[in-house]
């Protein structure tokens, strides 16, 4: 038998002077009630009420017994309306992991305006270039570029992520600038080492996509070390425009290839599988799509 249900009968029945009023107002019949008051006497191993034909009265037992039903469905009222607000406001921290070349340019500004909008909530940003398991790290939401693995998780589309091939001034001046695809393979590229098919750049055409052969020097797992060896005058190399944009604008680096569109990435928004998500992941999640999503800007 339920002991909630029970004890909200033995409350009832002191609160309405009966079993049958206990009952009306339970939903129940009066012999029910009385087996859920027998039913918790028998558990307690004492009577909680003295019966007689016209009423009853609570022992010693039944007197202390009741106090303690009160505060327990005083502290369940509270519970259900912790809940409750929990729902319908957002709160708690929320972990999230992204790629460096998106945590680091255009998530902050999303995250500030959100926890301006929401200020119950704390947001952990770990930002990783690699895929970690969501689950075994605890993340709430992840960025993830390139396909998709895991068809457990629960995945929201957003832009492509637009890519660009560039070099900086002094390495261009001692090598060259290329012009076509084919003249990449008699330059150092700089490559990313957690890319799923190393030594190749991808670039769509008319009617399709078509490879370039890179080597170089130097590979890294992190976007921001390209970047750097790019800048240092190391060789060419691929990476996403919004990492690039400022260092393009200033002539730090020169956009190479103009004629030939490097192949986007897919980008991907992750949650884990969850019927009824917290507000505060529902809320952060279509703040990121309205942003970031396929018509972000349209």
Same mark, same amino acid.
């Given at each position: ?85 929990? /729902?319908?406001?957002?709160? +708690? !921290? %929320?972990? *999230?992991? #992204?790629?460096?070349?998106?945590? =680091?340019?255009?998530?902050? $500004? ?14 952990? /940003?770990?930002?990783?270039? +690699? !895929? %970690?398991? *969501?689950? #075994?790290?605890?993340?709430?939401? =992840?960025?993830?570029?390139? $396909? ?14 637009? /890519? ?135």
């Amino acid at each position: 038998m339920d002991q909630l249900a029970a004890m909200r009968s033995f409350v009832a029945v002191v609160d309405q002077g009966g079993f049958a009023a206990a009952g009306r107002g339970l939903g129940l019949s009066g012999p029910m009630v009385g087996n859920h008051v027998r039913f918790l006497e028998a558990r307690l191993g004492g009577l909680l009420l003295n019966r007689t034909t016209r009423a009853q009265k609570l022992t010693e037992l039944g007197h202390a017994y009741l106090a303690r039903c009160r505060r327990v469905f005083a502290e369940l009222d509270v519970a259900d309306a912790e809940a409750q607000e929990m /729902l319908g406001v957002p709160r +708690g !921290r %929320l972990r *999230m992991t #992204a790629p460096h070349s998106i945590g =680091a340019t255009v998530l902050p $500004d999303i995250i500030s305006d959100f926890l301006k909008e929401h200020p119950a909530v704390k947001i952990d /940003l770990h930002l990783d270039d +690699g !895929r %970690l398991d *969501m689950l #075994a790290s605890r993340f709430d939401v =992840a960025i993830r570029v390139g $396909d998709l693995e895991d068809a457990a998780l629960i995945t929201r589309s957003l832009a492509p992520l637009e /890519l660009v091939v560039c070099a900086a001034p002094a390495y261009l001046d001692h090598r060259g600038e290329p012009s076509t695809l084919a003249d990449l393979t008699t330059h150092d590229c700089l490559d990313f080492a957690g890319s799923s098919t190393p030594g190749t750049w991808h670039f769509e055409v008319p009617g399709g996509t078509k490879e370039a052969k890179i080597s170089g020097p130097f590979q890294a797992n992190s976007g921001f070390a390209l970047r750097a060896a790019a800048l240092a005058g190391f060789g060419v190399v691929m990476l996403p425009k919004m990492l690039l944009r400022e260092d393009i604008d200033s002539g730090r680096l020169i956009e190479l290839l103009t004629d030939f569109r490097p192949q986007s990435r897919p980008v991907q928004l992750l949650t884990l599988p969850d019927r009824h998500p917290a507000p505060k992941l529902r809320s952060f999640v279509d703040a990121v799509v309205r942003e970031l999503g396929p018509r972000a800007g349209s």
